[in-house]
């Protein structure tokens, strides 16, 4: 059996912000590097949190999400798919963005956190995102 990956003092921080925030956390350029090792911890974390990145458009990040074919294994060994099909439908726009978030964070059995930079994150994005209270996390790269 292998030893824990040894993460930096700054990975467990920044985990820590996300995981025990509803506020928007920001990672600046500078930290940029430690994003994939602040995403395997929190994904290896009881398996409680999802990272998504949306590198480009935040809509087509979470309607290609929302469109793939999820199967979870229940405590009965019972298998089962989240409906989020709605959530693919949702407006490319803001308000589209934080209405398929709430329909995903409903039928998901973890918390999402949508990783994405600065330039495609508008600011009427991130006040919506601060005003909803969902099972969702924000980070923003600088």
């Known amino acids: 059996m292998s030893e824990p990956k040894e993460y930096p003092d700054a990975v ?50 979470l309607s ?5 074919d999820l199967e979870f ?12 099909r709605q959530a693919a439908d949702c407006a490319d726009t803001a308000e589209g963005w934080v209405e398929a978030l709430r329909i995903m964070t409903r039928a998901l059995p973890y918390t999402l956190v949508l990783v994405t930079n600065a330039d495609n994150c508008p600011q009427q994005f991130r006040d919506l995102f601060a005003e909803v209270r969902m099972d969702a996390r924000l980070v923003i790269l600088e």
């Open 12 to 61: 467990w921080d920044y985990a820590h912000r996300i995981a025990n925030t509803h506020d928007i956390v920001t990672i600046p350029a500078a930290g940029r590097g430690l994003l994939p090792d602040i995403i395997e911890l929190l994904e290896g974390e009881g398996n409680s949190f999802k990272c998504l990145t949306a590198n480009k458009s935040i809509g087509a990040m």
């Open 64 to 68: 290609g999400f929302a469109s793939s």
């Open 73 to 84: 294994t229940a405590p009965n060994n019972k298998k089962w798919r989240p409906n989020m």
